[in-house]
């Protein structure tokens, strides 16, 4: 089964950049596609953005234009690169990797990343 370890996580002003890294126990050629949610206080997860196997990327309208997830096969790590980061951006991030089957979807989660943003 495989793991994710999330990294990169901290504090940063408003305007200010930071990575995240999402490392897999597995090599995530076998997932179907990787992604970053996150979670703020007292709401749900949301979807930030989304990476396929071949290469096409999805992101939630608040972080189109600041934020870029890419994937690295050969270190079996995806990443988000986040940009002009406002304090609506202060959440905990997940890492998520789904791997579907002919039986089932599998979805595997990270241990989350604290980020926050100060203005």
């Known amino acids: 089964q495989a793991q994710l370890v999330e990294s990169g996580g901290g504090l940063v002003q408003a305007g200010g950049s930071l990575r995240l890294s999402c490392t897999a126990t597995?090599?995530?050629?076998?997932?179907?596609?990787m992604s970053w949610y996150r979670q703020a206080p007292g709401k749900q997860r949301e979807l930030v953005a989304d990476?396929?196997?071949?290469?096409?990327?999805n992101y939630a309208d608040s972080v189109k234009g600041r934020f870029t997830i890419s994937r690295d096969n050969a270190r079996n790590t995806a990443y988000l690169h986040m940009n002009k980061m406002q304090p609506e951006d202060t959440a905990v991030y997940y890492c998520?990797?789904?791997?579907?089957?002919?039986?089932?979807?599998?979805?595997?989660w990270g241990q989350g990343t604290q980020v926050t943003v100060s203005s």
């Open positions: 990476i396929a196997s071949g290469g096409p990327t």
């Open positions: 998520n990797a789904v791997l579907k089957t002919l039986e089932r979807t599998y979805h595997y």
């Open positions: 597995a090599s995530i050629l076998s997932f179907n596609s």
